[in-house]
């Protein structure tokens, strides 16, 4: 592993962003059941009340959970800067943003929208703690790296989602006159094109080459890549603000942005072709699979721009394969090789072995036969949502296979906890 340049001595405590892991996997499984309690396919209308709260219970409750729970551990460790009082941030972020998610999605699901008036005011005041936070511990820090740039822009952009969610949602409970078309783009680019894209790429410089054993990432591209995608999502929030402006504009920054994006999932692949270790990996495959499904989401929103009666279902298919393909690939993976080096790191670090207790490695601390398992499960269930809005069996098999992935995800980081709560008590009992 490449850590030379990394800061391991301001790592947080371990019970940190585990506890943000931990939670998220539920997450999925309430996103299932509230997909299973549906009036007939909601995939076959993107405005149902079951998809929008099944939709948010996954990027809110699930995606934003690991984000949280991922930048308090990057940022100390990568940029070399700690979070002020780091387990004070952990709890009044996460329970807030639980409750404010479920808040949130319940009241989606049951068409209240005093629910979405009680719920903005907890996920404000989540990532306004949050986001404070992370620019305080940012502008603190002395190194410079594209990682740094990359989660700057991505917190701004984070920033921007918030407030227009927060906006959309006020305005549902009052029934303020506002574009919601508009704003509800505008929030879902800053939130899915910006928070998560941008963190995503910022983490792959140092996740790929240091876990996946590939060379470095073009120089180029680290330097300029998020930048350019930040200017493009800029730009085609013109639409969104100014009545008069052109469209024109806003679908060629759309077109340069999946460029972009492409860019990244072609370098990725590349790389990984290149790694020196050929051993199959179950990590190495979440990832490529999120790479490939990035590439087709692109395919899908380009098409869509043309004029064509399959515009408004290959956008939904786009926004499927980026959430489900493309992030959830990603971060599964991603989880899946962070939670054991983390339990490997705090207890090198905490002890050494004893003669009678040996610090696990990684591949001993979460099975990668599970790992495997979940691998198919995730893609057989990316395969049912793209055929979901035509196919009611479809539209069950991801009921059931989020459910599924949530309860495996759910058990190996929980094995994975144990893992390091026992070992860490058999060397006590030991020295």
């Not at 009082?85 to 329970?95: E, G, K, Y």
Request: hydrophobic share 55%; aromatic share 10%.
């Amino acid at each position: 592993m490449k850590i030379a340049s990394l800061s391991p001595e301001q790592a947080p405590p371990i019970g940190v962003p585990l506890r943000f892991f931990a939670v998220a996997p539920l997450f999925l499984i309430l996103a299932a059941l509230l997909l299973a309690t549906s009036e007939g396919n909601p995939f076959a209308n993107p405005h149902s009340s079951a998809l929008l709260a099944a939709t948010h219970c996954i990027t809110l409750g699930f995606m934003a959970m690991i984000m949280l729970g991922a930048i308090q551990q990057v940022v100390p460790v990568i940029i070399g800067s700690r979070m002020p009082v780091p387990r004070l941030i952990a709890w009044i972020t996460m329970l807030p943003l639980t409750a404010g998610a479920l808040l949130l999605t319940t009241g989606f699901a049951l068409g209240k929208p005093q629910l979405l008036d009680y719920s903005w005011s907890l996920l404000g005041l989540t990532f306004l703690i949050f986001i404070g936070a992370s620019l305080y511990s940012l502008a603190r820090a002395t190194a410079k790296n594209p990682t740094k740039t990359a989660i700057l822009l991505s917190v701004l952009s984070l920033a921007a989602a918030v407030a227009l969610g927060i906006l959309l949602a006020r305005g549902y409970a009052a029934g303020l006159a506002i574009p919601y078309s508009k704003l509800a783009t505008a929030h879902i680019s800053m939130a899915l094109g910006g928070w998560v894209m941008l963190l995503i790429i910022g983490v792959s410089y140092q996740v790929v080459p240091m876990f996946q054993l590939t060379p470095n990432y073009p120089k180029w591209q680290t330097n300029y890549l998020t930048p350019a995608i930040f200017a493009t999502l800029l730009l085609s929030l013109m639409p969104s603000f100014f009545e008069d402006a052109p469209r024109w504009p806003g679908a060629v920054a759309e077109i340069f942005f999946w460029v972009l994006a492409c860019s990244y999932a072609a370098a990725t692949l590349k790389l990984q072709s290149q790694r020196r270790r050929r051993v199959p990996d179950a990590t190495l495959s979440f990832f490529r699979m999120g790479m490939v499904a990035l590439l087709i989401a692109a395919t899908f929103s380009i098409v869509s721009l043309l004029p064509t009666a399959y515009s408004e279902h290959l956008r939904m298919l786009s926004v499927l394969t980026y959430l489900l393909g493309f992030a959830l690939s990603v971060m599964q993976g991603m989880l899946y090789k962070i939670v054991p080096f983390l339990v490997w790191f705090h207890l090198f670090r905490g002890g050494t072995s004893t003669a009678t207790t040996r610090i696990p490695n990684m591949k001993e601390i979460i099975p990668e036969r599970w790992m495997w398992w979940h691998l198919k499960l995730h893609g057989f269930t990316l395969l049912a949502a793209l055929l979901s809005a035509w196919l009611d069996m479809a539209a069950w098999l991801v009921v059931v296979g989020l459910l599924l992935q949530g309860i495996l995800l759910g058990y190996a980081i929980l094995t994975g906890i144990s893992v390091y709560h026992n070992t860490l008590k058999r060397i006590e009992q030991g020295s």
